[in-house]
């Protein structure tokens, strides 16, 4: 169980801001068409990093000095405490090449579970928001996943980890589900990063996303958003999803049945 305390729902506004003032800053940097190798990208993405953690890490730690920092979960162990997830980028390759598919995004967890979270896409104009027992909003209005229940007209999102191509199992499982939700689902997008694709099934955009592969970094924080608002958020098994499981579904909850159906081996 998470642990919310009575303040955590009062840092939501700040912790809004915080993440506007940082993607206003992104809008302002020069961007480039492509980049034409790995040591170019990690360095042009360390300097935007950067650029954003200059303005989120003081106003974060301000906001709960006591948490831990965290920039990216490689291991399977979450701290114990108070941490902040933060993500200065998700969907940096998109960002670097002019695209609008990226957000910001920040996840305070207690003992392992995420109680607070704020994704903000400042080309958009967006901000999801949500936390832990008291609902989850897009720019302030409440959200709820869709209605639909026929597979035929579904729009499903799915993605990879970074760097997918060291798992090769996820990569073998994610080629073979994709075969099979194409043959069921309306219609089959990769939208860009993996939150905001997640709050979208949240606030009703999507009808599902699903994805294979240890992505906790990029989904813990969307997770909160999309069980607020009332998604099914399991694995591909259809068990309870955590941070340790090897894949995930998000869906609107009429549709979870016959996507666990398209997704099992």
């Known amino acids: 169980m998470s642990t919310l305390t009575t303040s955590t729902p009062s ?4 912790l809004e801001s915080a993440l506007r003032e940082a993607g206003s800053q992104l809008l302002t940097r020069p961007q480039v068409a492509a980049l034409p ?3 170019a990208f990690r360095a042009a993405f360390e300097a935007l990093e950067a650029d954003v953690m200059a303005i989120l890490r003081p106003a974060l730690m301000a906001l709960r000095p006591d948490a831990a920092w965290i920039d990216e979960l490689d291991s399977a162990d979450l701290p114990r405490g108070a941490a902040w997830l933060v993500d200065s980028v998700d969907g940096a390759v998109q960002y670097m090449r002019g695209l609008p598919q990226w957000c910001l995004t920040a996840t305070l967890l207690e003992d392992g579970e995420p109680v607070l979270a704020v994704l903000h896409n400042p080309v958009l104009g967006e901000t999801y928001s949500a936390v832990s027992g008291e609902g989850a909003w897009r720019n302030g209005e409440r959200i709820l996943p869709s209605e639909t229940r026929d597979i035929a007209v579904a729009l499903v999102s799915t993605s990879q980890p970074p760097f997918a191509a060291q798992d090769p199992s996820a990569v073998h499982r994610a080629g073979d589900s994709l075969a099979r939700v194409l043959g069921v689902a309306g219609a089959v997008r990769n939208l860009g990063p993996t939150s905001w694709q997640i709050a979208d099934v949240a606030a009703g955009r999507l009808d599902a996303f699903w994805e294979f592969g240890d992505d ?12 607020e608002a009332g998604a099914s958020v399991t694995d591909a098994a259809g068990e309870s999803w955590i941070p340790n499981s090897a894949s995930v579904l998000v869906a609107t909850p009429a549709l979870r049945d016959e996507l666990l159906n398209a997704l099992a081996c």
């Open 37 to 39: 190798d790995m040591r």
């Open 11 to 14: 840092l939501l506004p700040s």
């Open 216 to 227: 906790r970094s990029n989904l813990l924080g969307a997770v909160l958003i999309a069980r």
